[in-house]
């Protein structure tokens, strides 16, 4: 199996002037006003093309696009139990694999792709995906993460960030809301040594697309953890979706980068970023931290920061001279 810096030798990106027309997630579905998640979904299926395999965990993308009998796919979908969207993402390229080989079907190259919620990756879906991130099955795993389960009732996940305010995670006198660090799971697909890791903003678009446009070119497994704005889960306005997913990112707090075979390649590299309270601002979940809380916060940022520029300088050996 080739590299992935191989098969991305003279890949085509996607630009303004050419993003694709084409529409596999239909509009016509229930999504809340300002959902982040939709869009980065949306984009996710754009820049994938109409040769594409849905396989859907349970969550807020699957309830808002399949109210039977209607539905706002456009391409083969399947819904999948909360836990085992790579599982049976798994099967659907091994099947097809099988298929092809002996004749039964034709290689129409399609990609399999399977979508899943915070919850559905970092939680209960995470040794699903381990599975099949180690067996090195040939699909593209998409994390869209609105740090909850919102589905739900906007309960914590492992995904949920610090400090955050959720009907299980409630503030109080003896509590400060989310009370664990919010899982990496960019770096724990990276850890799997496959061919490909991004991370993604819907704010900056066409980074969004090209990378997913990587992961499906890639032969081998391929990992996208795209930051999903929930107006109504944080408690914000739906008219500053995108400013949050902007702000997240000058921030620090949610870097874009990939891994490409291994070597880490800054997206966006924030020189002046702005202070965390800014983010954390432009969200109710947040607005009961103390300056002490913000500033533990501020701190890990700056240190994850740092960890993540090493990381870059470690495996671009020849930049970091």
Request: overall charge positive.
């Amino acid at each position: 199996m080739i590299s992935a810096a191989e098969a991305l030798k003279d890949f085509q990106k996607i630009t303004p002037k050419n993003i694709p027309l084409v529409e596999p997630f239909s509009k016509g579905h229930r999504a809340c006003q300002g959902c982040g998640e939709v869009l980065a979904l949306r984009l996710v299926a754009k820049a994938v093309g109409m040769d594409m395999i849905a396989v859907s965990a349970t969550g807020c993308m699957e309830i808002i696009s399949s109210p039977y009998p209607q539905t706002a796919w456009e391409v083969p979908w399947i819904h999948v139990a909360f836990e085992n969207a790579a599982a049976v993402a798994s099967g659907v390229e091994a099947s097809r694999k099988a298929l092809i080989r002996k004749g039964r079907i034709k290689d129409d190259g399609a990609k399999v792709v399977a979508f899943a919620g915070d919850g559905g990756t970092a939680d209960i879906g995470i040794q699903a995906l381990s599975g099949a991130l180690e067996r090195g099955h040939d699909f593209t795993y998409v994390c869209l993460d609105n740090e909850a389960y919102m589905n739900t009732g906007i309960q914590r996940s492992s995904s949920t960030p610090y400090g955050a305010m959720t009907t299980t995670s409630p503030p109080g006198p003896k509590s400060r809301g989310q009370m664990t660090w919010k899982k990496n799971m960019p770096m724990i697909a990276a850890a799997h040594n496959i061919p490909y890791v991004a991370t993604a903003s819907p704010a900056w678009h066409i980074d969004l697309m090209n990378k997913v446009k990587k992961a499906v070119t890639v032969p081998g497994p391929a990992y996208v953890h795209i930051y999903s704005p929930c107006p109504t889960g944080w408690r914000c306005g739906p008219e500053v979706s995108i400013e949050t997913a902007r702000k997240v990112v000058q921030s620090r707090v949610f870097p874009l980068y990939e891994v490409i075979d291994g070597r880490f390649v800054l997206s966006r590299d924030i020189k002046k970023p702005i202070p965390v309270k800014e983010y954390l601002d432009t969200q109710r979940r947040f607005r009961h931290l103390g300056e002490k809380d913000i500033a533990y916060i501020q701190k890990r940022v700056d240190d994850d920061w740092a960890r993540l520029l090493s990381l870059v300088q470690a495996t671009n050996p020849v930049a970091a001279e």
